[in-house]
């Protein structure tokens, strides 16, 4: 079977940065600085540094996904520039699935038709919630831009939407968010895939920092405006059932989708398919080196602390039982290289199930995945 490759392009700007955002991102938009990166992102793909460039290229791909930011902060001719560097060093397969994220603001019927004409064919918008106060408070766009959003990608026959949800948002209620999935599932045809996400909190005393970004916490009053940590599980198991009710069946514990149009960069990240990336902060796998690059803007521009570390076999077992527990189950051929006393004692209390001679992860305890994953191996 041949292996496939992918890419990921990082664009780090938005028109506005979100309250919950933990990711190298900027809220701004200002065109020198985006200008100034989209060049130096076409040098990076144009010389990359993935396996000092020894001969490897040209590489077909599958999938190309642009992400992180907002993507659609960029004039139709810099996504254009940057297409035009990818095929200087990438073929394009006939059905290439192009990803790109996008805010309710900038998918405009004119912005749609440019995308379509330079071959994009998957748009992944983020929705988070209906809630108008909730939106207000993570300074996103209300409810009626993302309406307009969605019936524009409708009216322009773009056909593979994803949209995004969190629970756990300040101000929502209990329930509401599988609310708000069936509103937007009933009104819009165009919506193929949805991600549903748990809201955690990403910095305690505990954590290791790695980058800037760990460090950010979300604000105090959020408190008291969330969910109860006991009313997490069961918010997550209604979005499932609301979800399989609309024929979209869950292929990892945060992604859901209709037959056909599962995501092609998520698939290839969970399985260690090989993933070009190129950008700040963009982490990288090729021919089993894992890579990244700096989220310091002076850092990248100057090609300065890229990190990178070859996986061992070890590594890559504990990657897939991990991926294996996150997307469907643990095959049988890899149980015995488990711990068996641990496995009989997690059946035994009803955290995992067999079922067709693959270890599998009851509904319930999903949000203790970490936890069973570090018993069994």
Not at 96 to 120: A, H, M, Y
Not at 249 to 256: A, D, G, L, P, T
Not at 329 to 354: A, G, T, V
Request: glycine share 2%; aromatic share 16%; net charge negative.
């Amino acid at each position: 079977m041949e292996n496939k490759n992918y890419c990921y392009i990082h664009i780090p700007f938005c028109n506005k940065k979100c309250s919950y955002c933990r990711f190298a991102s900027l809220g701004i938009s200002q065109k020198l600085q985006i200008a100034k990166y989209v060049h130096s992102l076409c040098e990076e793909i144009k010389n990359p540094h993935v396996l000092d460039n020894k001969g490897i290229f040209p590489v077909k791909l599958s999938s190309l996904y642009f992400w992180w930011g907002t993507p659609w902060v960029l004039e139709i001719s810099q996504i254009e520039k940057i297409l035009s560097s990818l095929h200087e060093k990438f073929i394009f397969e006939e059905n290439i699935e192009i990803s790109f994220e996008t805010t309710p603001d900038n998918v405009t019927p004119e912005n749609i038709r440019g995308w379509k004409k330079l071959g994009i064919n998957r748009v992944s918008m983020w929705i988070q919630t209906l809630n108008s106060k909730s939106l207000d408070e993570i300074k996103r766009w209300n409810k009626w831009d993302i309406f307009e959003a969605l019936q524009n990608l409708e009216d322009e026959n773009f056909n593979n939407v994803s949209v995004d949800f969190i629970i756990g948002l300040p101000h929502v209620e209990k329930w509401e968010i599988q609310c708000d999935i069936q509103t937007v599932l009933d009104k819009f045809n165009c919506i193929k895939h949805v991600s549903v996400y748990l809201l955690e909190e990403y910095y305690s005393p505990d954590k290791i920092i790695e980058t800037k970004y760990d460090n950010i916490t979300y604000p105090e009053n959020w408190d008291t405006m969330w969910l109860k940590e006991e009313d997490y599980l069961e918010e997550y198991i209604w979005v499932k059932n609301t979800l399989e009710k609309n024929t979209m069946k869950r292929y990892e514990i945060s992604n859901y989708a209709k037959p056909w149009f599962e995501c092609e960069h998520n698939k290839a990240y969970w399985s260690h398919k090989n993933i070009y990336s190129f950008g700040l902060w963009a982490y990288g796998y090729v021919d089993k080196i894992r890579y990244r690059n700096s989220e310091n803007f002076p850092e990248y521009y100057k090609r300065e602390k890229i990190i990178s570390e070859k996986n061992s076999e070890n590594d890559i077992f504990l990657e897939k039982m991990m991926f294996f527990l996150r997307t469907s189950w643990i095959p049988n051929i890899f149980l015995s290289e488990l711990d068996q006393n641990k496995i009989k004692i997690l059946l035994d209390e009803k955290y995992l199930k067999i079922e067709n001679n693959t270890l599998q992860l009851e509904n319930k305890w999903v949000l203790v995945m970490d936890y069973i994953l570090s018993e069994i191996i």
